[in-house]
């Protein structure tokens, strides 16, 4: 991919929503097809070899394919090395390269600042110095972006390679085959498949590690002497004490897990059983289930807070620490040690340089022993003899020209819902409306004091440096020893409390990130929770799908991450505010470049960041996910026509993939090597100015910090900006369900009379219903009369007829002329609770939740258990009840066996006993109900409902023979109303 094409990638980006067709094109050496068949050639020498190996050692051995016993991995791992070969050296070299140029970097800035100590007059030599820093950064970067560039794409090509090798070594076995295999799941294989992978770039520069650590240890040595020791000792000390906390912060997760899986399987229940929870009234219940499993899981994030308090400490005071702990040996172990302004710049740049490596050692041995267990894995799998595998399809012109593309209707789904997300996301308007809605959430007051500590945060930071720079300006003017310790006790006095101070407001920051993402957290799936509890049950049922993402995925993201990318957001923004205001302080001509400064950067993280954002969407597109591949390769498992079209989608997928994750690392690269450009001209700049300024050097150490410092966050800012709009596409689709349609009020002025309704006679007058858009047909100029206790059946062709008749009366749809009247109250006046809790419905499919047996009966415990236990007896279920071992109290699981269907209707039965409603619909039982239990249910509802009025619902007109009158539906309209022997006689509707 060439520069020309990347930057074209950037610029239609910025215009308009990129497509597919808009990338950069893959090389033919860089498709997955190409790749995956030099792997496999590679992985045939490979075996060929082991094979002639093993016949020479033991030939009455079996093949290796077969009886090798043990796997190593090694092969794989050669494999993969010989077929990456010269990219992984091209990786090492830059990557020793960049090793060179980083600690090269702030030797430049010592010769500036030794040369500004030195050199009484400016001239071309200080010149020299500017540009020889230019330089050195400019290399620094060119080589840092190239060497992190060409390792994400060896590992997104080794990714697509062992992905393919993996496809194309699994589809050719039968699905039973399949299923009596060792192999865990795709998600964890294809997780092995990652860690493999990137153990690939990680073993070609291992050297790397030891090669940083020495150079830096010896540079400190050479500014500090033996002092250097007890600060290195404090980062060996900090290793267990991370692991730890590590540990911890695992096991917390794992138990957070676990309680967000049963939050999640409530709120599906939730949602999957939304009309039963509607129509029985039962949404305070389920709320408080909800609102309760809620409160576990952000106790569970208090906890992990707490734990952030330390990780912010560890990345912010740690730095100080080490360094303060080492000037201050090297001060008080002898008075003749004097610091000097070239000796507090190259310690603080180490001590930066050295701390990553010496915290990555202890999990190095970790993540390779967890790797090296892939390894063997993927090696296992990779073993197994070819049942009739298909070779890779060569050309375009070979493929299926149809079934290719043809995803599950799960990942159409999918596909269209991320089509929306994405056209939401090119709306800022939503997106500024979603922000200020988390920080409505957040609280304002809290805003202004958390930023009010961050930026306390940054303050005691640069006062740090500060108070450095500022003693080694004294120092030279110190006369004797009495006032060099003076000086020396007094200004490590301050830098301590700098550092005590410093701790106190990370963690005030800390506090402050915990306490308001979860408070912003609680408030938005309080409210979420609240709307959804209201939408109408149509309306539910085609957002299915989109309620339970939000739910899940969104408020994940709105719990854990967003907090994460505001933290990085305003920190970053308060560095590079602090230093360009502290420097443009000390050199005020240099407040003329930052508008230009300002304005580059900003039209950079524009071009860049838009196309970034629809390149990331287009990597999380779910139907061209390896996950819909994995599900493709289920559905298509069957002959092997269908096996070569499932592995021509599974290498376009992944040809897909790859070329998404090439643009997405190149333009990465680009913005970040823009980025280090305008970071590179700071320092170039400031240099400049310094040395034509010629100030006190302890000011210049001040200012070569904090120009050193702006590059990390030049990078983070971009960076939380564009993870806090992908963020905002959740906050979006809590806004967007907040503007659903809402059900009519629960409560109302209207409040009928306690004892209504008395008799439960139901009249429909010119009633015309709205037709709900889940295809229920609205009901048609229906005008009759159900007398108080009369049995009404109720024959339609279809479900739907029916289904109209009960949404009418439970008002899930409202009325668009006439009225329904029971016992002559017009029930559009009243509240859908004051109605609903009048009503019952025994269901085609039985409803119970999860939670206990006296629960699903009387969830508000309104009723004594004698009640229960008497409803129970009536419904002839008292005795299995008996027998259970928590009898009431016995846990109702969606994959409960205790209760057989019927049993279940019973219970559903038992229900209506203890409400005593006047009005009653029973829908036909499902053929899986045995003929006893459903005579026993129409006998108890003759003879415990003998005064409610029951409207009997089915499309068998034989069930309803015993009614007193039969209702005939027929496309929304009443087609006949009267006894069921006059019907009979009338015609052949009825009887169809």
């Known amino acids: 991919m060439n520069l020309f094409w990347i930057n074209r990638v950037v610029v239609m980006g910025h215009r308009g929503p990129l497509q597919l067709s808009d990338l ?3 090389y033919n050496e860089e498709s997955v097809h190409t790749l995956c068949s030099v ?20 030939s009455g051995r079996e093949s290796l394919l077969v009886s090798r016993k043990t796997n190593t991995g090694c092969s794989l791992l050669y494999a993969i090395w010989v077929t990456f070969r010269p990219a992984l050296v091209k990786v090492a070299l830059l990557r020793l390269s960049t090793d060179i140029f980083s600690i090269l970097v702030p030797l430049t800035l010592r010769w500036v600042i030794l040369f500004c100590e030195r050199q009484a007059v400016f001239d071309w030599a200080g010149h020299t110095h500017s ?6 950064v400019c290399c620094c970067a060119v080589s840092q972006h190239h060497f992190e560039k060409c390792s994400r794409i060896i590992t997104a090509n080794a990714q697509a390679v062992l992905a393919g090798f993996l496809y194309r070594k699994t589809l050719p076995f039968s699905h039973s085959s399949r299923q009596q295999s060792n192999t865990t799941q795709g998600t964890d294989i294809f997780r092995e498949v990652e860690n493999v992978t990137e153990l690939v770039v990680t073993l070609a520069c291992l050297w790397s590690t030891p090669l940083r650590v020495a150079l830096c240890l010896g540079l400190l040595w050479r500014e500090l002497g033996p002092g250097v020791l007890v600060g290195v000792a404090l980062l060996l000390v900090l290793i267990p004490v991370n692991s730890a906390v590590e540990h911890k912060a695992k096991q917390l997760q794992r138990t957070q897990l676990i309680i967000r899986e049963r939050s999640e399987q409530l709120i599906k229940e939730m949602l999957h059983k939304y ?15 909800v609102t309760e499993s809620r409160a576990g899981e952000l106790e569970m994030l208090r906890i992990l807070g707490y734990l952030t308090a330390f990780s912010m400490l560890n990345s912010i005071c740690m730095p100080f620490l080490v360094g303060f702990s080492s000037i201050g040996v090297f001060v008080l172990v002898d008075d003749g040690n004097v610091l000097t302004p070239s000796q507090i710049f190259t310690s603080l740049c180490f001590f930066r340089l050295l701390r990553p490596p010496l915290l990555e050692l202890p999990g190095l041995w970790r993540v390779l022993k967890q790797t090296q267990q892939s390894l063997c894995h993927l090696e296992k799998i990779f073993l197994r003899k070819d049942l009739g595998t298909t070779q890779f399809v060569t050309t375009k012109e070979e493929l299926p020209s149809d079934g290719i593309q043809q995803p599950c209707d799960r990942c159409k789904d999918k596909h269209s819902h991320s089509d929306e997300k994405s056209d939401h996301y090119l709306s800022q308007k939503g997106s500024g409306k979603a922000f200020r809605l988390y920080l409505r959430a957040f609280g304002w007051h809290w805003v202004s004091v958390s930023s009010l500590v961050y930026l306390s945060v940054c303050a005691v930071s640069l006062a740090q440096d500060g108070v450095l720079s500022v003693w080694t300006g004294e120092a030279k003017e110190v006369q004797g020893l009495e006032g060099w310790r003076e000086l020396r006790n007094s200004r490590l006095s301050a830098y301590a409390l700098l550092g005590l101070l410093q701790a106190f407001f990370v963690c005030c920051a800390a506090y402050c990130l915990t306490c308001t993402s979860l408070r912003a957290s609680h408030t938005l799936h309080s409210k979420l929770l609240s709307d959804v509890l209201h939408i109408p049950v149509h309306s539910q049922k085609t957002d299915m799908r989109r309620l339970l993402q939000a739910f899940t995925q969104d408020m994940q993201v709105i719990d854990e991450e967003l907090p994460k990318h505001l933290h990085s957001w305003l920190k970053s923004l308060l560095d590079i505010l602090s230093t360009i205001t502290l420097i443009s302080f000390i050199m005020p001509v240099f407040s003329l470049a930052i508008c230009p400064l300002i304005i580059l950067f900003l039209r950079i993280q524009s071009r860049f960041s838009s196309a970034h954002s629809h390149i990331r969407h287009m990597e999380a597109n779910p139907a061209a996910s390896l996950e819909c591949v994995t599900q493709c390769v289920e559905a298509l498992l069957s002959g092997p026509k269908h096996r070569e079209v499932c592995l021509t989608h599974c290498l376009q997928a992944l040809n897909q993939n790859l070329l998404v994750k090439y643009n997405k690392i190149h333009t990465e690269s680009r913005a970040a090597l823009w980025l280090d450009g305008i970071a590179g001209i700071v320092l170039f700049l400031v240099s400049l100015i310094l040395l034509e300024t010629e100030p006190d050097s302890g000011l210049v150490v001040l200012t070569l910090i904090c120009a050193f410092n702006i590059k990390e966050a030049l990078h983070r800012y971009p960076q939380a900006v564009s993870e806090i709009s992908m963020d905002m596409l959740c906050m979006q689709n809590l806004c967007e369900i907040a503007q659903l349609e809402r059900e009519a009020a629960w409560r109302n002025s209207y409040r009928p009379p306690n004892d209504w309704p008395q008799h439960g006679e139901v009249k429909f007058r010119n009633y015309d219903s709205e037709a709900s858009s889940n295809g229920t047909p609205a009901l048609r100029g229906i005008n009759l009369t159900i007398l108080k206790g009369e049995k009404i059946g109720v024959v339609s062709r279809g479900k739907t007829d029916t289904d109209g008749l009960v949404s009418s009366l439970f008002r899930s749809v409202e009325a668009r002329s006439g009225a329904v009247l029971i016992d002559d109250v017009n029930i559009a006046r009243m509240g859908l609770h004051d109605l609903r809790s009048c009503l019952q419905i025994i269901s085609q499919v039985p409803v119970l939740f999860s939670g206990s047996l006296r ?8 009723h004594t258990d004698t009640q229960v236990w008497l409803a129970l007896e009536l419904c002839h279920l008292k005795e299995h009840v008996r027998l259970l071992p928590a009898q009431l109290l016995h846990p109702v699981q969606r994959t409960s066996l205790a209760f057989s269907f019927g049993q279940r209707r019973l219970l559903c039965l038992a229900r209506a006993l203890l409400a005593r409603v006047r009005i009653m619909l029973v829908e036909e039982a499902l053929p899986c109900v045995d003929l006893e239990t459903d005579d026993l249910v129409r006998q108890l509802i003759h003879t415990e409902f003998k005064d409610c009025t029951v409207l009997w619902l089915t499309q068998n007109p034989l069930t309803v023979m015993h009614t007193d009158r039969v209702l005939v539906l027929n496309k929304g309209q009443a087609v006949n109303f009267d006894a069921p022997s006059t019907l009979l006689q009338q015609g052949p509707l009825f009887i169809q």
Request: proline fraction near 2%; aromatic fraction near 16%; charged fraction near 30%.
């Open 24 to 26: 950069c094109k893959l």
């Open 275 to 289: 009309q039963a929870l509607k129509f029985l009234t039962w949404e305070s219940w389920f709320h408080q289930r």
């Open 39 to 58: 792997f496999e050639h590679e992985w045939e020498k490979q075996q060929n070899y082991n094979e002639r190996l093993d016949l020479e050692e033991d």
């Open 855 to 862: 629960a699903n009966l009387d969830p508000f415990a309104q």
């Open 131 to 136: 540009l020889v820093v230019l330089g050195a």
